[in-house]
Structures are given as C-alpha cells and as structure tokens.
C-alpha cells in the first residue's frame, strides 16, 4: 500500500439496503477484503434517517461525528445509550451488538472505523495543535474536519482541507501537520497490528 491522498467527495457512495444512508470507504486491508475478511475498515456514513445498523460480531467499532447535530445510538441489548453529538470526539463499543440510530437533528456524516479483535486495534483521536504523524510500524490515517492543515515537510507542499485526508502505510516518512486556525480540527487515526501490543 502507497502514501495516498483522498478526498471524502471523490469517493463514490453506496447505498444503504434500508435506505437510511450511504457508505464512502475510504480504505480497508487487506485490499479487497468484504466485510467477512477485513482486518480493518475506515468509512464515512451520511445517515439520512433513524435506522439500524447491524451487528459485526467479533468487531471494535470507533464512530465519530463530522458533520450535522448528531445521533442518538442505542444497543438493542441496552448495554449502552450514547449521544454522538460532539463533532471530532470518538465513541468506542463492540460490533457484537446491533444498534438503532435516531438522528438528533437532520441528517449527519460519521466517520468510522472498524478493527477485527484478535488482528488489529485502532487508536482514534482528535488534533487541535500542530502534530507530527509517524507511521513506523503502524498504518497511520489523518483526515481534516475543519480549517487548512499544511502538510509542508512531506516533501511536497500539501494542504488538507476540510474532507482530505492521507492514508500512511507502516514505514512511511513521517510528517507533520500544521494550521493557523484556532477552529482548526484533524482526526488522527493509528492502526496497530494486535501483536504490536
């Protein structure tokens, strides 16, 4: 896998056999694997109306909100009831489960990520301050939710707005992101191989 860069837009969507959203995936590995066969997925969901989403036994889930006033999730087993209504903060809980969205307030996009336990664990965080991305042994994944991050020391003078992002495989140069904006927001994503643990 190369360095790439990708825009969420350019991605084309798939519709929702419900008819509630569609999915953008963004990257999965290995490559071509189904939702059988990934050891980890990274996706942005545009959930259109209050709907289920279905159960991945045996994955770890991580969502976050990007855009719109949120959404309500609520396990069917009742082991958890959470809010996603912070733009940038991430909400962990197991794949085992089914859930039911209930949108807060109109539509919304999600970012999401799903690791297969046993195989891989992600770690998700949200960056206001400049920041060094280094890939090393990881695959590393940023993507800009709000403002312009420079991404000058890559060699070749990008910049990430809002929807762009890189996909870093283990072994990449390192780089550092920067903004001038004090809005600025960039979701940082760190993929471990379990065995790294």
């Given amino acids: 896998m190369a360095v790439t860069r990708f825009s969420l837009d350019a991605i084309a969507p798939t519709p929702w056999k419900n008819g509630g959203g569609t999915t953008r995936e963004i990257a999965a590995w290995p490559p071509g694997a189904g939702m059988d066969t990934f050891d980890w997925r990274i996706s942005v969901a545009d959930i259109a109306a209050d709907g289920p989403f279905s159960a991945f036994p045996g994955i770890d889930r991580q969502i976050v909100l990007i855009d719109g006033a949120g959404v309500h999730l609520q396990a069917h087993d009742d082991s958890f009831c959470h809010k996603l209504v912070r733009v940038g903060e991430p909400f962990a809980f197991s794949g085992d489960t089914a859930i039911h969205a209930a949108l807060v307030d109109g539509p919304t996009r999600d970012f999401n990520v799903m690791t297969r336990r046993g195989r891989c664990r992600a770690e998700v965080r949200l960056m206001r301050q400049p920041f060094t991305a280094v890939p090393a042994e990881a695959t590393v994944m940023v993507l800009a939710l709000r403002g312009d991050w420079d991404t000058a020391n890559s060699g070749d003078g990008q910049h990430l707005s809002a929807g762009e992002g890189i996909l870093m495989p283990a ?17 940082r994503v760190i993929l471990h191989r379990e065995q790294d643990r």
């Fill in 171 to 187: 072994g990449s140069p390192a780089i550092t992101l920067s903004h001038t904006e004090l809005s600025a927001l960039c979701l």
